[in-house]
């Protein structure tokens, strides 16, 4: 009977092991980052003064978060503090197996971070995530698109991207051989990376929409979380939409004859 008891629980250490905590194949979100986030936007709780920086109710949040990860059902709701619901999102990130930007490209990230111009910075972190698995670059782009949300509120919740970046960093990459002193020596890089990935989201992701996976398992409200657009022309929007309704409602064909004969000597005019 042991054995038999045993046997669920080590097939889901191994499956943790072998997936890093998720599959890293798919663009299934998890639902403890897609489930706390979409309760965040919800409820505002982004406005919240030192929101991911004060703790919440942590033996709640160790309580849900091992809920989340044996795949058991969970009414956020039911939590009132939505302290705690950023913790439980940071403590996923914090126990995965391995970090979300993984050992493997931990120097190449802090080499794009060493970039000496904004521009070269960029392109040079966009191409060492397109090596990210699938599964992480997904999370990542949900993540960042949140975070680079949040960071428009600081007037409210007094977090700059630099306090979110501070706060999350070491939840997110961290080398293999961590150590105190390499800690010190480069947290200033790491947390500029991350800061870089918050505020300059829509140039590092492309802006491209939360992939829908699974409808229970997707935020299911992508228009919650806007992203101006840096390159929209600078025509006014009112005199693009006019001419695209007359466009499309008026064709030569459809004119009156008064409209008809009124166009051919203005253009005899111009000749």
Not at 14 to 21: A, D
Not at 142 to 152: E, G
Request: charged share 30%; glycine share 2%; aromatic share 6%.
């Amino acid at each position: 009977m042991k054995k038999n008891s045993q046997q669920p629980k080590k097939k889901l250490k191994r499956l943790l092991k072998k997936t890093k905590g998720f599959d890293r194949n798919s663009t299934k979100v998890p639902l403890a980052v897609s489930q706390t986030i979409k309760f965040l936007m919800e409820t505002k709780g982004y406005e919240e003064e030192g929101i991911f920086r004060i703790s919440g109710e942590q033996p709640i949040v160790v309580s849900i978060k091992k809920r989340f990860d044996r795949g058991k059902k969970v009414d956020l709701n039911q939590v009132k503090n939505p302290h705690t619901v950023a913790g439980i999102l940071k403590l996923w990130f914090r126990e995965l197996p391995e970090p979300l930007l993984t050992y493997e490209l931990y120097d190449p990230f802090l080499s794009a971070a060493r970039a000496d111009d904004l521009k070269t910075k960029i392109d040079c972190v966009k191409k060492v995530i397109e090596v990210l698995p699938l599964g992480n670059r997904t999370i990542l782009r949900v993540l960042m698109q949140f975070l680079h949300f949040i960071s428009q509120f600081t007037q409210k919740n007094k977090m700059s991207p630099q306090n979110i970046a501070i706060v999350f960093a070491p939840n997110l990459i961290a080398a293999q051989d961590q150590t105190i002193q390499k800690i010190l020596i480069e947290s200033d890089l790491v947390n500029s990376l991350v800061c870089t990935l918050i505020t300059r989201f829509p140039q590092i992701m492309d802006n491209q929409p939360l992939l829908k996976d699974d409808t229970d398992n997707y935020i299911s409200k992508p228009a919650l979380i806007p992203i101006k657009k840096e390159d929209d022309p600078g025509t006014p929007k009112k005199t693009k939409s006019r001419s695209r309704r007359r466009s499309a409602t008026l064709d030569s064909s459809d004119l009156p004859p008064s409209e008809k004969k009124h166009k051919k000597p203005t253009k005899k005019k111009k000749k």
